[in-house]
């Protein structure tokens, strides 16, 4: 079927609809009266398109109330449109956006979350929307990728599949990254690796690409120690930045993973805004190495008080910057790795290695800050960590989220329960996908 694309929508694809004269909407990808046909005809999902371009799609998915189609051929292209610089595109499924733009994949970015915080009841004008962005390509310090059965390729998932893609580079990850993708099978085969004994690899390296950390995923447990020793001797004769590296085991029935085996030193030093961070082999650390400054910064800058609570603290990003400005830091983690590297990151504050509600449960009587700063993972607060957040009654509340539409329902809930946006920013730490980054500042009403 032909279909006129009407906007882009969150998850990386565009979006048209059946039973519209496509071809009538408009002579021009480019026609402001692309999406005049907005809420007619069952909605079709179609991956690598951009808003305004008749399309050529087969359905792969019918359901009742949408569809889900395979991009055919584009007949009218959007001037936006570009060939994408990676050949694995779009094989693999780790990037949906490198078909647009730079300038294009903003511009949707600032719409989706500007319609997701909308029809939350969360208006923001577009003028009050500030963008943060930075270089487009080799910014990942960190990749994870599968490891193939008998030859040890390394692989990324192809798109909406298990299958695997190798790839011997990766445009996206700095360049010691891709140096370690190409040389992790030659390791491999120099020390005799046996097929199977891993199941992915991740690798990080700090700012200056000085240092190399390398993690690894089994099931096999006794017979993979020495196998893992061997394989980063063998990786470090190739790569000498390599600093070490930890093997974790899959716990049986439990869908969890535990610490296996060490080699090295399995930790690094990154440096943000000149001040060092240690973050160890399966930390969580912010993976753009251009706009991590720029996002403490917008975050801490000229803030200052008696008390600060750093909620989801990881290895203490924000938390290590607000200590200067701060008479008491708390930061509050659950992570067991990451709240030892927050407890050397952090060395005058409290640490709290708790999940968020329950340390929220417990201050009910306690002083309450003046900054509140939350970093959830995508599911985002939820309605018992609003609740209590808006009983304690900070006046101000920042709020760092990696998925809109969690961000919306909470603060909805926020705004409900007499706080105001003040301050909002778009920071596009993951260009060439539709993942985004959001930063709003909210104050007591």
Not at 185 to 207: I, K, P, Q, R, Y
Not at 250 to 269: D, F, I, N, V, Y
């Amino acid at each position: 079927m032909k279909l006129r694309i009407e906007k882009a929508v969150y998850g990386g694809a565009g979006l048209g609809r059946m039973g519209v004269d496509a071809e009538a909407e408009g002579a021009g990808a480019d026609s402001e009266r692309a999406g005049s046909n907005a809420g007619t005809g069952k909605t079709v999902f179609v991956p690598y398109t951009l808003p305004g371009e008749l399309v050529e799609c087969a359905i792969t998915e019918d359901r009742r109330s949408f569809a889900q189609a395979r991009l055919a051929s584009v007949l009218e292209a959007a001037t936006a449109r570009v060939t994408p610089e990676c050949e694995y595109v779009p094989r693999c499924g780790g990037c949906q956006y490198q078909h647009a733009s730079y300038a294009a994949q903003i511009d949707m970015k600032r719409a989706i979350l500007r319609e997701t915080l909308g029809r939350a009841g969360v208006s923001v004008d577009e003028a009050a929307l500030e963008l943060l962005t930075g270089g487009p390509w080799n910014y990942r310090n960190r990749v994870r990728l599968h490891i193939r059965f008998g030859d040890h390729a390394l692989c990324y998932r192809e798109a909406s599949s298990h299958r695997d893609v190798p790839v011997e580079h990766c445009p996206i990850a700095m360049p010691l990254l891709q140096n370690a993708i190409r040389a992790f099978s030659d390791a491999a085969t120099a020390c005799g690796l046996e097929a199977g004994l891993f199941d992915e690899v991740e690798f990080m390296t700090n700012e200056s690409e000085t240092s190399l950390l390398l993690s690894m995923w089994t099931t096999r447990g006794a017979s993979a120690t020495s196998a893992f020793s061997d394989l980063c001797e063998a990786l470090q004769e190739l790569l000498p930045m390599l600093a070490g590296g930890l093997l974790f085991e899959a716990e049986s029935q439990k869908g969890q993973w535990r610490q296996r085996s060490a080699w090295g030193t399995p930790e690094l030093l990154y440096v943000v805004n000149a001040r060092s961070y240690r973050v160890s082999a399966g930390s969580f650390f912010q993976v753009n190495r251009f706009l991590v400054p720029a996002m403490v910064e917008w975050v801490t800058a000229g803030r200052s008080g008696a008390m600060a609570w750093d909620l989801f603290a990881g290895v203490g990003l924000f938390a290590s910057a607000l200590a200067g400005g701060f008479e008491q830091v708390v930061a509050v983690e659950q992570a067991a790795s990451s709240v030892r590297d927050l407890r050397h990151n952090l060395p005058r504050g409290r640490v709290v290695a708790s999940g968020t509600l329950e340390f929220l449960k417990q201050q009910q009587k306690a002083k309450t800050p003046e900054l509140v700063v939350v970093d959830p993972p995508r599911a985002g607060l939820g309605k018992d960590v609003t609740t209590l957040l808006s009983q304690i009654g900070p006046p101000t509340i920042i709020y760092v989220s990696c998925d809109p539409s969690t961000l919306a329902r909470d603060v909805q809930q926020l705004l409900h329960s007499g706080y105001q946006l003040r301050k909002i920013a778009m920071i596009d730490l993951f260009p060439q996908s539709y993942h985004m980054e959001t930063m709003m500042e909210l104050v007591r009403g």
